[in-house]
């Protein structure tokens, strides 16, 4: 079994985690508060697989998630950098991703939700991390370096495997 060679010379070169680590702190909480609003507005799934970000074409999605007679969805685009949402009726808001507090980034997508008539309240404080600053508080985290972060979704999305998780072969 081996590594399809394309996948190992298309892998982007990511800068030394220390470079880009506040960026990637800041967008671990900024989707914790995307997450959660998955997990509050999904059925009721073991271990938490409800609030799952997938990686896309462009970056990551909640998928769809019911509320009231529509859908939504929430997007992370990570190559024209911006946060979109978008209703099953049409309506759609974004703003640019950019550097931002995680304090700015909850008031920013809870207004664009509120515009788009979606009311969802969430436990507004990360979980399962060393230093848990409710998110209308967290003025601390509030890097974002686009290039860092499109190489880490470009190494995301190339992963070298299958749906299966086993790796990609050649036959």
């Known amino acids: 079994m081996t590594i399809q060679k ?3 010379t298309s892998w982007p070169v990511l800068p030394a985690f220390e470079a880009w680590e506040d960026t990637c ?3 671990h909480m900024w989707s914790q508060i995307v997450g959660k609003i998955r997990l509050k507005l999904s059925p009721p799934i073991n271990h938490y697989w409800g609030c799952s970000l997938y990686v ?4 990551l ?5 019911p509320y009231g007679t529509h859908t ?4 992370f ?5 911006t946060l979109k949402i978008a209703k099953s009726d049409g309506a759609e808001r974004s703003f640019a991703l950019e550097p931002m507090s995680v304090a700015v980034f909850y008031v920013k997508l809870m207004g664009e939700l509120d515009e788009l008539g979606i009311r969802v309240k969430i436990y507004p404080r990360p979980v399962e991390v060393v230093e848990s600053i409710p998110f209308p508080e967290d003025t ?4 974002y370096d686009a ?3 499109h190489r880490f979704w470009r190494a995301a999305k190339r992963a070298p495997c299958t749906s299966s998780g086993a790796p990609s072969t050649t036959q």
């Open 6 to 8: 394309d996948v190992l």
């Open 25 to 27: 702190t800041t967008v």
């Open 56 to 59: 896309t074409s462009r970056g």
């Open 61 to 65: 999605t909640t998928m769809p998630m």
């Open 72 to 75: 939504f969805s929430i997007d």
């Open 77 to 81: 685009d990570f190559i024209d950098h």
């Open 140 to 143: 601390r985290h509030a890097s």
């Open 147 to 149: 290039d860092a972060m």
